[in-house]
């Protein structure tokens, strides 16, 4: 369970599945003499007294130098000092009950949701500044005929701009 889901159920992963010492030294790099860093996922962490909680269980072990939390990711960053064996990351994380292991890099590889987003962006601005450049001709004082053709060019340029780049909102919101 974490700090705000004190019913929640919460179960620990078997002693064999833990983070060892070895995996945990191959998973760091070296960031500074003597320092090294490591990056664990905890899925379970979504609000301030979360980060708190992981932060202080993470600081009061011996060695570490420092523990951030990045709530967007759900990434902790530890750096901590390689004399001997590391620190028990996940074990301390699970004890303070988040759950938690050693960040997959090949997993944060490509996130489909984000580049959806990123291509109906692109396309909304490609058209608005398509759109803006004709917008300049009609208020510079073009003829009526030139004005109605930049107009249904605009038009042209809008329809489908509309629900290519609007679709992502109507789906999420239940409108599509």
């Given amino acids: 369970m974490s700090c705000c ?19 945990v030294l191959l998973a760091s790099r070296v960031v500074a003499d ?3 860093q ?13 980060i708190r909680a992981v932060e202080m ?5 011996a060695g570490v130098e420092s523990a951030r939390v990045n709530l967007s990711t ?7 000092r390689s004399k001997g064996p590391p620190p028990p990351f996940v074990e301390t994380l699970q004890q303070a009950g988040f759950e938690a292991h050693l960040f997959d890099v090949g997993s944060d590889d490509k996130d489909g949701a984000l580049s959806e987003l990123i291509r109906a ?9 398509n759109i803006m450049l004709l917008s300049v001709s009609i208020w510079s004082g073009a003829e009526a005929e030139a004005r109605d053709l930049f ?3 605009s ?7 509309l629900p290519y780049s609007g679709r992502i909102f109507s789906v999420r919101h239940g409108k599509l």
């Fill in 5 to 23: 889901d004190s019913e929640a159920e919460f179960a620990l992963r078997a002693p064999d599945e833990r983070a060892t010492g070895d995996e």
């Fill in 34 to 36: 003597g320092v090294r």
């Fill in 38 to 50: 490591t990056d664990l996922s905890v899925p379970t962490v979504h609000c301030g007294a979360c």
């Fill in 57 to 61: 269980a993470l600081g009061a072990l």
């Fill in 74 to 80: 759900r990434r902790v960053t530890v750096r901590w």
């Fill in 121 to 129: 962006l692109a396309v909304a601005g490609f058209a608005s500044s």
């Fill in 151 to 153: 107009h249904w060019l």
């Fill in 155 to 161: 038009a042209i340029i809008a329809l489908p701009t």
